[in-house]
DNA sequence: AAGACATGCAACCGCATACGC
DNA sequence: AGCGTATGCGGTTGCATGTCT
């Protein structure tokens, strides 16, 4: 059953989810009650009363308001149907035969292409159907479009072009790879989508990790170079500041909202889709005196230690952009060569050294392990030239510790983001990733208050905002700013922040400001029954957000504004009457 | 030398849509 | 209109490979 959390301000409510266990008609009813629950939009209760629990609520009422539900449940039944029919034409189309999957062979490949020259790119649940293939349509299909198809660019890094125009279309489109890839010749959406992907990652890691040195040798290297005059022109001093929570990268989720913590920690005006970075002609303009003279990301680049990184992931893009350079001597850009200020970046393709490849070299070296090929090729490679060591960042300074503390109140005056939030698309899509990030976006906002465009569109386009005008000092910066008052506490608990503005929380005369947990969903048990549930105005996650949190939402359709006043009990969590059961 | 781990790509999966019967 | 089938799309996963320690 659904009841009220004691103690709760009578103008609040906040759900306790049961521990339902789902199956019976009565748990579609209780699924169905919920999901027309006064909750989702946190209502507010007729003065003098409360709402009464679910239990207690009339059946029709109930019934009526859960169509909602209903036609989540249809979805869910005709995806069953679904699927259940395409097993069965599995089945039929194999004769029974075990379906193949994983990597394609050549023998597989010439039948395809074969099918495909006689009959077109078309038929595909024929090719097993016929028993030419133990695949299914499917996968017939993918791998052609995907692998065979002519004119492919496979294995070919995309160019400089190539990254602009899906910086660009993706703008425009969203995550339309398809759409995006008809633009790219060569291209699928395949190549789009991981491109796009591998790229916020390796994004998201420069601008987030500070790159601790761990051996001795880089330490002494790192000293030395950070004694040196050209150590003043890194970008250390904003990298520095980047928020490192400790986590690796594995997670896309994970990486992206730390990207998005990164950006908005340091103020920062960062177009995530476009290629420029940075914007630092802003900070320019802004007269970010201390980031004289002012660097582009590649220049950055040439700074990193070519070893001793904590991680190898967060460090791999520079081990292997350095090898490159150092194997090949040409600008290679691994990331995308706009991203990191090569110019001449064209290149795609960089002579593979002896210690790649090591396990196809291995099957030509039938005493060998690919281990072995693999440790061979890394020595014969490191030993003559050397490891190349590149200039380390720099510690932050003890000045920049003194202009962060300096600016750490004006970051009171910052533009308020408020006003842009309810903007935002949070529709309860089924992506995790929006989930979290929206989640994520309430810490971000907090420390930093820079328009973010989740989307990653226009960075900066939201209506009634400001021009981004973000001095880059590294006083603005995550590590002195309000939200290094709470050091987060993973990997969930989402300390409160305070908001700097939500001006439409704010009732006539009440200046107090508004807290909210931003992490409290998390808290609660079933949610993997949000998807069915209306999804709140305002997208937020303010379910369950009492713990000494007052919330108002800014609208909020009232389900059960049209009852009598009958229906609602005149005291606060009344002991139900009835069970769902009894309904 | 070898284990641990990160990375990138190919393939898979579930869902939506179009289309024909 | 309802159903089955084919195809396309976006998100996710598994694995080969590379890198670090």
Sequence with gaps: MVGWTSGCPREFVRPVLPNWPVGSPSDVLRLATYATHPLFGVHKKPEGSAFRTTATLPREIVASRCAPLSEAMARASAAARRRAAERRRDAAAGGGAAVRKGPWDAEEDAVLREHVRTHGPRDWSSIRSKGLLPRTGKSCRLRWVNKLRPNLKSGCKFSAEEERIVLDLQKIFGNKWARIATYLQGRTDNDVKNFWSTRQKKMARLLRSPLPVRSGRSRRAKAAVASSPESRFTLGPFLDQVPFEGSSSNGKCRAATSFMDAQ?????????????LLGFQGAKAAGASSLEPRLTLGSFLDQVPFEGSSSSGQCRAATSFMDAKNTALVPYDQTGSQLLGFEGALLPAVPATDSQASSSNARLLPEMTDNDVKNVGCTRQKRPAGRLLRPPLPVPSSRNRNVKTEATSSLQSQPAVGPFLGLLPFDGSSSSHQDHAGTQFMDVQNSAPVP??????????????????????????????????FPPQLPFYQPQYPLLDFPWMLGSGDTTPWFVNAGAMDDIANQELLPLLQPAPGMFPFFGMYDGVRIKPRSSPDHFSDLPSDFFDSDDQPSPSRTISDL
Aim: aromatic letters at 8%.
């Design 264 to 276: 908005n920690a340091a103020l920062v005006p960062y177009d995530q889709t476009n290629s420029q």
């Design 452 to 485: 973010y465009d989740q989307a990653g569109s226009q960075l900066f386009g939201f209506p009634g905002t400001q021009p981004p005008v973000a001095p880059i000092t590294d006083s603005q910066a995550s590590s002195s700013s309000e939200a290094s008052l």
